[in-house]
Each structure stands twice: as C-alpha cells, then as structure tokens.
C-alpha cells in the first residue's frame, strides 16, 4: 500500500538527514460518516514540528483541532494523508507510536476506581515498568506535581484542578518523545491555569517537546514557539507569534459600528492609503486593518458626520493572535 | 469556589494543595526511566489493575454473587419443601427420584457465569464508552485495541469463574433434610473445561454487549436479555424434561445459557440426564469464538472512531 511505502521512504530519507521531526503531516483529512452525510472535520493539514518545540494549535470550538491530535494519537484513523509522530506512521505503526507519546484528553480520564498513586503506578506498568519501579515513579510525579496530601485519595474526590496536573503527571510516566495536551486548561479558573502553565514552561525548558490545542489566544501566545491558527478543518497560517502578525499585515484593526446602514464608498478616502491594509464595510459596521492607527478613528467618525451617521460604538484591537484570525477568517474570534 | 493553589514555587503552608516545584518537573524528564514496554507487561499490568479493583471491591462483588442463589436455593429447596408446597418435577429424564436441589445446583452456577461475566464486563464498558470516555485511558497504553478486547475478556471470564466458585458450596449445602442434590463429579478435567470455556462465553457476549448497548438503555439488559436468558436457559429444569413442549425445546436452543446449565449437570450430576456433549462443547467453544470475534471487531471500531 501507498501510505507504508511513502512513509518508509521518508524515514529513510530522514535517516540520512539527521533526527525525523518530532510531528509531521501530509495532507492530513477526516470525514466522518454519518447519517445525514459526510461531515468534513479536518480537510489537507500539513503540519512540521521539530523535537524540543513548543507547538500550538490554535482555533475556535469545532475548528478540527481534537479530530487532528486525535489522528496523531492513532485513536481516530484519517481518512486521507499521513502522519508521523517521532518518525512513525500512525496509521502503520499505531503501537510504535503510543509508545513514544504522552496524551492528555481533553476529558477527564482518570481511572476511577483507583487513587491517585495507583492511577500512576497502573500507567506505569502498562508502559512496561516493573511494579517497584512504577511505584518509585509514582512518588516522583507525586511530588513533583504537588499531589503530596491526596497520593491515597480516590480520582473521583480530586478537584477540577488536581485531576487536571494528575492527567499530566500520568501522561509522563515513561518520558514521552512527543507530549499531546488537548485543551489542558479549559474550564479551570485563572489561577491554576497560570500554574499549569508554569509546569508546561518547564517541561518545555527541559526539552520535552509539546503539541497543544487550544481556543484561548493568550494560551498560544504565552506558551508556544510555534502557532498554527485552525479553522474549519484547514490551516490559515502557521508561524511565530511575530511572523503571523507580520505575515498576515494584520496590524491594528479598528471598527466603527454606526447607528444605521453604512452607503458606498464611506471609507473610500483610508482605502486607498499605503498604511492601510483594507477597508471592509458589513451593513452598519466599517473595518480598517492599518500599521497607523492613529487619527483613522478620528477619520471615521467625521466621515460618518458627514454622510449623517451617529457612532454607535468603536474598537480598537492592538496587534494580536485575535487580529490575524480577524483578518484570516474576516470573523470575530469567539472562545 | 476560590483556587488554592500558588503560582509560586514555595510549598503551600496548609498542605492543601502544594505548588509543583519547577525543580521538580525538571528532574521528571531528566531522570525519567526508559521502560521497554512488551505486549505480555502490558496485558500482565492491565489484569493486576483489575485485582486491585477486585479487591477494593470484594465485599460488594461478594454479596452481589451470593444473595441471589442463596435466597433462591433457600426458598426452593428449604422452604418449599417445609412448607409443603415441593416443586414437583414430571417424567422423563428428570423425573424419579430427583431432587429440585439436584435440578439447580449446575442452574445456578451457569446463571452466575453469565450473571458475573455481564456485570465484569458490560457495565465497566458501558461506563467507559460514556460521555467521559475514559477508555480512552486504556486505548493509549502501547497494544493493539485487539488486544484490550481480549484482556476484558480474560478479566470478565476470571470474574466469572470465581463467582461459579462461590456458590457452588451454598446450593450444594443449602437444603431441607431429604432435599440434598446428589452431586457426583467423575471427571474433573472436564469439569474445568465446561466452566472455562463457560466463563469465556459469558464474558465474549459481556463485551458485545457492553459495545453495542445504548448507555441510556441499560435497564433493557435485565428485561430484555438477562431474564429470558436465564428463565428459558435449563437453569431451573434440565433441557431433556422440556420435551413435553418440544416447539419450545428447539426454540430455547439459540440461547447460549441451555449449553452453559447443560454442560454443568453434564459433569456435576449427569444422573440427571442432559444433551449430548458435543453439541455442548460446540457451542461453548464456537460461541466463545465467535461472539468473542464479534465483541472485539464492534469493541475497535468504537475506540477508533
């Protein structure tokens, strides 16, 4: 078959090239099935992230994110393209690659019927360590996560927080060369989510390369090398933080929303200046992408005066992940 | 409700939720070990996990085996026959001088095996496969998803067993004078064979069942498959006396309990009279296999979506 074939010649390749990376993807796609027809999830992604990156996936609720780190994880099987984690075909060598690969879910997975020791000593020997050496381990992620006073407590007595660093601790048991966290933070409050953060931050200094998915822009921007912004099953753009910014000319985005419907050819005098990127005009709301910002909301106001409309309300979006998805998807990023 | 924990790295004074140290963290990957995982570690592992439940759970899986055969053996063969009102077994095979202990003692034993091997497997899978997921869990570890449809079985089978283990001593000690089943084993080898191969029955169909079972219809299981099962499965009469309704004698054979009952009495009381061997051991083995293939294929498409 094709996929085996193609895919040990690029590892072959990669052998001659040095290390393979640590994810990568062709033309990645999943379609699922079902009763009122086929309903595209992730449609061609290419992804290429190296060993020791911190690399994120970022988009709104339904973007395809989970169905893609599902695919590298070999617990949803593509329905076109390849992937590779740690040099393996996932779809070939699905062992091979949970092996190497740490994952935590976005649902909480934890083992009820055991304690939070137990929960890691069991991972651990499922992972191939010896009963004495997982419950050593244990102890360590134990401690190392602040898990110290609830190490005999039940999985289902531990809060939001605790179960969330106990999944992450679970998913290291046995040094994983790729860790998958799939929404790690979502639904916990401000401050354990900055404290999970600070656990990743370290994990990342320590070399541990991380694939993370998430809809909150601040995560990406606080925590990641290297973003990818996802919707509806594609990738938009990929890059640093810097180069989405630069590369989409996204700058300051500024929109003026007026009392009634917007005629031709308001803004028509800003379209056509070098600093500006473009114009949209939507029914009552007038939208300018510029480098200079400053003095265009003044524009807008009086031009509105003129042609008879009152301001209703105006933004003004400092530079940002949310400005480049405004200007990649023309749409309002919505958590 | 307020967070406790600390963004810093000291650790917290009450104890309640201690910050993870990035000194800590660090030494995980650093000192990390590099276990070299095998199919037979991992399948070892997972077992030793379901004694550790088992355990935690013994007294509420003990009570859940032996209440229902103990109450049923006590009303049947001490009540019943103190108050006067003796079952009465007609003719044929079961007839002369049976005791209705006799009848139930291999009955309920397979009522157990299928009992056990639904609750062992069916209900943890049907947990699983809900909104949480947490099978998830499971399907990382490094084997095959075959391969975890086959240790639900071994596990749920093992359960199964053990519950078989459990009541034979109360059927067979719980009676009124004259009451007592004549139990009389002369071939062991295939006493263990008729119970293994039973247990892995029961368990192959407690993973079909646990994979193709709506969560929200779980009661279904008791009306609509436990109970006819078990009341048209010889529990309670052996299959050779239902030949007075011989329509309902062929229909009762598409249930895989009658060769569960019959293979028992085959080897614990063949006095009784019981079907023919091979058909029993046919069905056992090709049951197993077959509902067993069929568990774990509906099993792998529902892990891997």
């Known amino acids: ?335 | 409700m307020t967070s406790t924990i600390r963004t810093t790295a000291a650790p917290a004074a009450d104890g309640k939720a201690a910050v993870p140290a990035a000194s800590g963290i660090a030494a995980l990957i650093a000192g990390a070990p590099t276990p070299q995982p095998t199919m037979t570690k991992t399948f070892a592992a997972m077992m030793a996990r379901e004694l550790r439940v088992l355990r935690r759970n013994a007294i509420a899986t003990f009570t859940r085996a032996v209440m229902q055969p103990l109450l049923f053996v006590f009303v049947f063969t001490y009540v019943m026959p103190k108050i006067g009102g003796g079952v009465f077994l007609g003719g044929g095979a079961a007839g002369g001088g049976t005791t209705f202990a006799t009848i139930l003692v291999p009955g309920l034993m397979a009522s157990m095996l299928l009992m056990q091997g639904i609750m062992a497997v069916t209900f943890p899978l049907v947990m699983e496969f809900s909104w949480q997921r947490t099978i998830e869990d499971r399907a990382l570890a490094p084997v095959p998803i075959s391969v975890l449809a086959i240790q639900k079985i071994t596990a749920g089978a093992a359960q199964s067993f053990i519950g078989a283990l459990i009541v034979f001593p109360i059927v067979l000690v719980v009676h009124a004078a004259g009451q007592a089943p004549h139990v009389h084993v002369t071939n062991w080898p295939l006493l263990a064979l008729i119970l293994l191969t039973a247990s892995l029955l029961t368990a192959a169909l407690g993973l079909l069942l646990g994979t193709i079972m709506d969560p929200r219809k779980m009661q279904m299981l008791f009306a609509a498959i436990l109970l006819p099962a078990t009341m048209l499965g010889c529990v309670y009469y052996p299959w050779s006396a239902l030949h007075h309704i011989r329509w309902l004698q062929i229909a009762v054979l598409v249930n895989p309990m009658v060769y569960m009952s019959e293979g028992l009495r085959a080897v614990l009381t063949p006095g009784t009279g019981h079907m023919a061997l091979w058909a029993i051991l046919l069905v056992l083995v090709g049951g197993t296999v077959v509902f067993g293939y069929l568990g774990a294929r509906t099993f792998t498409r529902r892990v891997l979506n």
């Not at chain 1, 360590?140 to 602040?146: C, V």
């Not at chain 1, 998913?171 to 966290?181: A, G, M, N, T, Y």
């Not at chain 1, 007038?286 to 005066?305: H, I, M, N, S």
């Open chain 1, 1 to 335: 078959m094709t996929p085996t074939a193609r895919g040990e010649s690029w590892a072959a390749e990669a052998v001659a090239q040095g290390p393979p990376a640590a994810i990568r993807t062709q033309d990645l796609r999943k379609t699922y099935k079902t009763s009122r027809g086929d309903v595209p999830a992730v449609c061609g992604i290419d992804l290429d992230v190296s060993g020791g990156e911190f690399f994120g996936l970022l988009g709104p609720n339904g973007a395809g994110k989970s169905t893609t780190i599902g695919m590298l994880t070999t617990l949803v099987l593509p329905t076109g393209g390849q992937a590779w984690v740690a040099g393996i075909d996932v779809v070939a060598d699905p062992v091979g690659v949970k092996r190497r690969i740490g994952v935590v879910t976005q649902n909480n997975t934890l083992d009820m019927q055991l304690t939070v020791t137990e929960n890691l000593e069991f991972r651990s020997r499922f992972f191939g360590l010896g009963p004495r050496e997982a419950g050593r381990r244990a102890g360590q992620l134990i401690e190392a996560f602040g898990l110290g006073d609830r190490r005999k407590a039940m999985a289902t007595d531990l809060s939001g927080g605790q179960a969330r660093r106990l999944l992450i601790a679970r998913s290291l048991v046995h040094r994983p060369e790729v860790l998958f966290l799939d929404e790690p933070t979502a639904g916990l409050d401000p401050q354990t989510r900055v404290n999970l953060w600070d656990i990743l931050r370290v994990l990342h200094d320590e070399g541990q390369t991380i694939l993370l998915t998430t809809h909150y822009m601040e995560e990406a921007e606080a925590l990641c090398d290297r973003i990818a912004v996802v919707d509806h099953g594609k990738v938009l753009a990929a890059g640093t933080v810097d180069e989405l910014k630069a590369g989409t000319g996204a700058d300051t985005v500024i929109t003026v929303r007026y009392e009634s419907p917007v005629p031709e050819g308001l803004a028509a005098s800003l379209a056509g200046r070098p600093s500006v990127g473009k114009v949209e005009t939507d029914r009552d709301r007038v939208r300018v992408f510029t480098r200079e910002p400053e003095g265009v909301l003044g524009e807008l106001v009086a031009a509105g005066a003129s042609a008879g409309l009152t301001v209703r309300d105006a933004t003004q979006l400092k530079p940002s992940l949310e400005t480049v998805f405004l200007t990649l998807t023309g749409r309002e990023y919505r958590e």
